[in-house]
Nanobody, 126 residues
Framework: QVQLVESGGGLVQAGGSLRLSCAAS????????MGWFRQAPGKEREFVTA????????YYADSVKGRFTISRDYAKNTVYLQMNSLNPEDTAVYYC???????????????????WGQGTQVTVSS
């Protein structure tokens, strides 16, 4: 069984920073793309950013471009989301996801991902 476990969420003031981590464990699985999504109360889950596991190619939603950075660490089997200049509109549950195929890069739809973490809450106060 594949597990994706997010960590690093919390409460931060506007203008602050947080770094989320997503550690993969369990059986070996092919993952070509790792992504981050977020879901605010009463809203649909939305794409934030994604990275190709092998080449490290990245893609960002316009709303986070220039503020968020996605990266991955092969040795630790972990993907990170560095979030800077946070604002209250970034408040949401953040989910990590893994996709086995990258033919539709960039993968911005939830149905394009095969595995999901349980989510971690990020709250930005004004």
């Amino acid at each position: 069984q594949v597990q994706l476990v997010e960590s690093g969420g919390g409460l931060v003031q506007a203008g602050g920073s947080l770094r989320l981590s997503c550690a993969a464990s369990g059986r070996t699985f092919r993952r070509n793309v790792m992504g981050w999504f977020r879901q605010a109360p009463g809203k649909e889950r939305e794409f934030v950013t994604a990275i190709t596991w092998s080449g490290g190619v990245t893609y960002y939603a316009d709303s986070v471009k220039g503020r968020f950075t996605i990266s991955r660490d092969y040795a630790k089997n972990t993907v990170y989301l560095q979030m800077n200049s946070l604002n209250p509109e970034d408040t949401a549950v953040y989910y990590c996801a893994a996709a086995q195929n990258d033919v539709s890069w960039p993968l911005r739809k939830t149905y394009e991902y095969d595995y999901w973490g349980q989510g971690t809450q990020v709250t930005v106060s004004s």
